[in-house]
């Protein structure tokens, strides 16, 4: 027959019961046989953990117990990050169907032609003088541009 304060009895056991539980416990442990004979079993078990001979470690065991906890956390962190890319490209995939397609000049228009021509002018060429400013900041986008692939 079983008993049901056999979880009383291992937290009895592992000293884990409040005191006013444990004088409770106490005094039903002189008239339970089941919970008695489960006490007396976890003791004998704990007597024969506590008188085993504890074998050194190998040499570079500890080493490779610690190599494999990185190897592990590194695992977590990859597969954690692979998630977190997939996820930024379910937004941008969703972002791109939420753009609209006309009625927003700002999305839709074309860039100014200056910059389409300076892409394709030589050095030192100007067609146009009234449009200085514009090719003087596509000559500066364009130096930028050119220093950061050299860096």
């Not at 506590?50 to 990185?70: F, Q, T, V, Y």
Request: hydrophobic letters at 50%; one cysteine or more; charged letters at 25%.
């Amino acid at each position: 027959m079983t008993c049901d304060k056999t979880s009383q009895v291992h937290a009895y056991h592992d000293g884990e019961l409040p005191a006013e539980q444990r004088a409770a416990l106490e005094s039903h442990l002189d008239v339970c046989v089941a919970c008695r004979d489960l006490l007396a079993e976890l003791e004998a078990i704990s007597a024969m953990f506590a008188s085993a001979r504890l074998e050194p470690l190998p040499a570079g065991a500890m080493e490779r117990i610690e190599h494999a906890w990185d190897a592990i956390q590194d695992r977590a962190v990859l597969r954690i990050s692979s998630w977190l890319t997939a996820a930024a490209a379910a937004v941008l995939v969703g972002a791109l169907f939420l753009v609209p397609k006309e009625g927003n000049a700002a999305l839709t228009e074309r860039p100014d032609p200056i910059v389409q021509e300076f892409a394709v002018w030589t050095p030192g060429e100007h067609r146009d003088p009234a449009r200085a400013e514009s090719v003087a900041v596509a000559q500066f986008v364009v130096d930028e541009l050119s220093v950061r692939e050299r860096q």
